[in-house]
């Protein structure tokens, strides 16, 4: 079993930066990759990232490559998302995921445990 809680969310205007943390619960946590999603309202979940067990590997959806940064520390059982130079799309509600294997996987069915999302509102 693993609980995830995220913080950091908040508003922000465009080009601004915010740091989300996801910090869990369980003994299982370093042996599972971790993801986030994000889901704007009217529109379905999405994939944002998601990371390995180990740290090492990485995934990014496009539309966010070259301005979040996925990290994790496994020593303090958390998760980390750097979001620079923000835009109006990215409002969301962010979640991160627990994954059931330790390789990074970006479908939401993959997925095993998920926290109760933190706001991102991204003014123009």
């Known amino acids: 079993q693993v609980q995830l809680v995220e913080s950091g969310g908040g508003l922000v205007q465009a080009g601004g930066s915010l740091r989300l943390s996801c910090a869990a619960s369980?003994?299982?946590?370093?042996?599972?990759?971790m993801g986030w999603f994000r889901q704007a309202p009217e529109k379905e979940r999405e994939f944002v990232t998601s990371i390995s067990w180990t740290g090492n590997n990485m995934r990014y959806a496009n539309s966010v490559k070259g301005r979040f940064t996925i990290s994790r520390d496994n020593a303090k059982n958390t998760m980390y998302l750097q979001m620079n130079n923000l835009k109006p799309e990215d409002t969301a509600v962010y979640y991160c995921a627990a994954a059931q294997s330790p390789g990074i996987v970006a479908t939401e069915s993959e997925y095993a445990y998920w926290g109760q999302g933190t706001q991102v509102t991204v003014s123009s």
């Open positions: 369980g003994r299982t946590f370093s042996s599972r990759a």
